[in-house]
């Protein structure tokens, strides 16, 4: 199955996941199986983890996310509006830390910028665009544009299978509107956005990734970081 953003609409397969492969991230996680040492001591029961706590889709609301990438810092604002299980995915990630040290896998010039993959942390490089966070997200589309810098969120070819992949619009790019998932928009960095694009050197999937180092979750502070979700076309 071609990588994440299939774009029928150009009778063309076009991936926001790894080159050769044309779809906005496809979502399916490699496992590593282990074999437990044995020992002549009893095996230690695991402490069961705690349930973790839900919280009201209140917390999600003026919420900022501060990608802090090698090349800079990109400011994120959230639409949990009209896409809240996407928000509330996205923070619940980026606070436990998953987007750590991942990086931005897919770049087009005059499209989009992709990341979010935990196999390019880790994983060989031929699986860059095909991993997730094990949890699929349904779809909610919406009628917001996928103008320069909108962030929406990468799928397979399936609508219900966004995961951990996202990606920032670099240009408008309105043939993915109401097939993707829009669930925030750029407030600050989109030079920064634009210095991932150079980076790259044309290359679809960059030979130096730029680094997704850390996101840090804040509230929303400026009149434009708490401004309503902007309407539809």
């Known amino acids: 199955m071609k990588k994440l953003l299939t774009l029928a609409l150009l009778g063309l397969a076009m991936s926001c996941a790894p080159a050769n492969d044309k779809t906005t991230g496809t979502q399916t996680e490699s496992t590593a199986s282990t074999t437990a040492a044995t020992t002549s001591q009893p095996a230690a029961v695991p402490a069961a983890k705690p349930a973790e706590e839900e919280k009201p889709m209140s917390y999600y609301e003026n919420k900022i996310a501060e990608l802090h990438t090698s090349m800079g810092e990109i400011d994120i604002r959230f639409f949990p509006d009209v896409a809240p299980n996407h928000v509330k995915n996205f923070i619940d990630l980026s606070e436990k830390g998953f987007y750590n040290g991942t990086k931005f896998h897919r770049v087009i010039a005059g499209f989009v910028i992709q990341g979010g993959d935990p196999n390019t942390v880790s994983g060989a490089r031929g699986t860059w665009g095909t991993g997730g966070s094990g949890k699929n997200v349904p779809a909610e589309f919406n009628s917001i544009h996928h103008s320069r810098g909108i962030l929406s969120m990468a799928r397979s070819n399936n609508p ?62 400026t009149p434009e970081e708490k401004a309503p979700t902007p309407k539809g076309r």
């Open 160 to 221: 219900n299978s966004a995961s951990s992949q996202f990606f920032i619009c670099v240009a408008d790019v309105g043939q993915l509107d109401n097939q993707y998932t829009v669930f925030g928009e750029v407030t600050k960095g989109m030079d920064v956005a634009d210095k991932i694009v150079a980076a790259s050197k044309g290359q679809e999937n960059p030979s130096e990734p730029v680094t997704l180092e850390k996101v840090v979750v804040r509230d929303a502070s």
